[in-house]
């Protein structure tokens, strides 16, 4: 038997060495260089704690002037108090002046990571059984080393779009209670982040537990992130005469009543869309139950079956959840104070008074004062219109046939709130399929497919294009 007929039978088999030779075949030169940017900018730490953005940034940008963008069209944006904290703004100039430019957005930042904690280093990228794992190898590093990979493509493929393609680069999404690049961008510079549409994180495709491709997400809008501070106080007295009035049960109760209570079912646009489309890939039951949500979203039935979903119930209603307790002063006085966080996830379109009102209502309990922490960032979610769910289907179609895009409103946040509100319909799409278990993400041992990561940045780069070009 021929070498090659050999070969071909130990692959139809899927037996030993032949199959993995077929795997480990060299990567293609511009594939070499991606996962060389990619694992340079990986392996640059961009904690807060003892990383720099701003490293990161600038390491980008020397890839971009070496592609031959001019100084002028790349810059690097820092609060001169947080040198660290650095942003790279970058621009490949369209041939329409007037169209809206197009928005890569991407965070370099990174959650915190402990070397005791992790199998491997955190910030050394390693490949291993078919995955890339590093702290940020999938958030958000994976989109922000495509991006400026293409911005290289796009200069030596003299791809001139009709619209500007801006690339910005941010740090501090993961530590906007500190500092964040898009919120201080928006009030420093706002000309940078002005956009017609922008990419960012938020949604990616989902695998199935065999690895197959089950639908692909697009996301538009997000909850919105809003702290509660609960605080019942009582004169308090000694412990040994207990009174019925006493702080920590007024707020346990409280607390209780919001354990089983929810808000009601509002449906939008992205999650009226998600519904319909997630049900054709479901069983029959569940699917007749979102099909019954998003007939009539006060069908208790249908309703009370989809909340089984942790997620399906977060994208429907807001949620209220109690996240920290703090009371009592001493171990043997009744207690004179008892505090609690509660954290909700607000629906775009109701305001954080509403939901205050709800939970005073549901606490019943004039003694505990309610206090919203900070202010939240409301933001209408962008429009789902076909000038932006026909280019991503179309190039979806060509690498993942049959697969669906599905949109989605996230329930956790991005930056793209910030981008939302200041007027650029930011959209969630990364093209990158992602298992079941959220892939390490935030928690330890982060990982990302290595052929997710190579697909994602296929669709990225054909997607942008088609967005840039869009009349
Ligand atoms: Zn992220």
Redesign the pocket.
Known sequence: MSLLRLTAALLTLGLGAGSAQAEEAPLAPDLVRFKGLYKELVETNTTLSVGSCTLAAERMAARLKAAGYPDADIRILAPEDRPKDGNLIAILHGKDPRAAPLMLLA?IDVVEANRADWVRDPFTLIEEGGYFYARGAS??KAMAAVFVDSMVRFREEGFKPRRDIKLALTCG??TADIFNGVEWLLKNHPDTLKAGLALN?GAGGRLDAAGRPQFLGIQAGEKVYQDFTLEITNPGGHSSRPLKDNAIYRLSNALARLGAHDFPVALNDATRLNFTEVAKLETPETAAALRGVVADPTNAEAVAQVSRDPSRNSMMRTTCVATMVNAGHAPNALPQRAAANVNCRILPGVSVAQVQAELAAVFADSGIRITPLGDADPSTPPPLTEAVLGPARKVAATIWPGVPLIPAMSTGA?DGRFTNAAGTPTYGLSGMFGDPDGGG?HGLNERIRVRSLYDGRTFLHAVTKLYADQK
Do not use: G, N, R
Request: hydrophobic share 0%.
């Open positions: 965070h958030d958000d999404e993961e994180e991005t993400t």
